[in-house]
C-alpha cells in the first residue's frame, strides 16, 4: 500500500488528484467533487472512522489519541485491504500527515503494510497562509502551531482520530531521515515549476509500469489550479473545511512574500531556518 505523508497543506492533495486522473477519464468537477465511481482511492485516508470503530472495542469518540495509536495497527490491516478492492487502479495514493516517529512506544509507520511514501515538501511561509486560511486562524496562531512539538490536526469528523504532526522541521526531518520505508522527497515548488517531469518521477518510485508522458501531461493538465478553482466555484468542494471560503485557495510558491506580515515570516525562519536552508529556502 503506498501513501502520500506530508505536513499539512504541502501538497498532499494535488499529488492524489493527479494519481486519481492518470489513465481515467475524469474532469475536473469530477475531481473536485469526487463523482466518478473511478476514484473511491481519494477518500482513502490513515484514520478513517469505520477502520478504527471495527476494531474498537469502545465508540471511536472515547479511545482518545492513546487508544488510537494503540488501535492503529490492526486498523492499517483492514485499510489494506479496502485498498487491495482497488488494486486495478494505478497509482494509487492513500492520505497521511503522521509523522514518522514512535508514541509511546509505538511505531507509527510499519514496513509490513506501507510500501512507498511519496513525501511532498512546502516552504513553511507559504504554508503558513495555507494552513490560516484552511483552518481559520490569524497567522500567529498558525507559525505558533507549526513550532509545536507536540501539534496534532485532523480533518474534524472525529476530534480523537487526529494526524501527529509535531513542528515543521520535525515533520520534513522525520521522513527525510526513514530508512525502513522506501520514501520519495519532492518540493511543492519543484512540482508546479516542472510539473510532468516531477510527477513522472513519483510515479516512477511507485513502480507505475508503462509509464505514458502523454497520459501524464493529461493528468496534469486537468488538475491545473486555474480549473479546479473554476470547477470549485461553480459546485463547490466537499473537501474545504467548515468556514473555508475556498479549498483550491491559489497554489502558489511565493504569496507569503505579499501576505505574510514580516514579523511573522521572520518567526518562522527563526523557528525552522536550519531545514529551510536544507531544503533550498533560505
Known sequence: MDFVVSYPKSGNYWIRLVAAAYGTEVAPEDLVQLKSGDLAELKLTDIDVRHYQSVSPVPVSD????????????????????AALLESRG?????????????????????????????????????????????????????????????????????DLQWF????????????????IPVHTVRYEDLKADPVGEFY??????????????????????????????AEKEQGAPAAAPDQEQFFRSGQTDGWKQELPVEVARKIEEDHGEMMEKLGYL
Open 63 to 82: 479511545i482518545g489519541f492513546t487508544g488510537q495509536v494503540r488501535l492503529r495497527p490492526a486498523a492499517m490491516f483492514l485499510l489494506v485491504q479496502d
Open 165 to 180: 504532526t509535531s513542528t515543521w522541521s520535525t515533520h520534513v526531518r522525520s521522513w527525510l531521515s526513514e530508512d525502513n
Open 201 to 230: 518521477d513519483v510515479f516512477d518510485f511507485l513502480g507505475v509500469s508503462d509509464l505514458d508522458v502523454e497520459v501524464l501531461e493529461d493528468a496534469v493538465a486537468t488538475t491545473r489550479f486555474d480549473r479546479l478553482q473554476k
Open 91 to 159: 497509482p494509487l495514493l492513500v492520505q497521511s500527515h503522521h509523522i514518522s516517529a514512535q508514541v509511546n512506544g509505538i511505531t507509527l509507520w510499519h514496513s509490513e503494510w506501507a510500501d512507498h511514501v511519496v513525501n511532498p515538501v512546502r516552504d513553511p511561509r507559504e504554508i503558513c497562509c495555507s494552513h490560516a486560511a484552511h483552518f481559520g486562524n490569524s497567522y500567529e496562531e498558525t507559525a505558533q502551531f507549526m513550532a509545536d512539538p507536540n501539534a496534532r490536526t485532523g480533518p474534524g469528523e472525529t476530534p
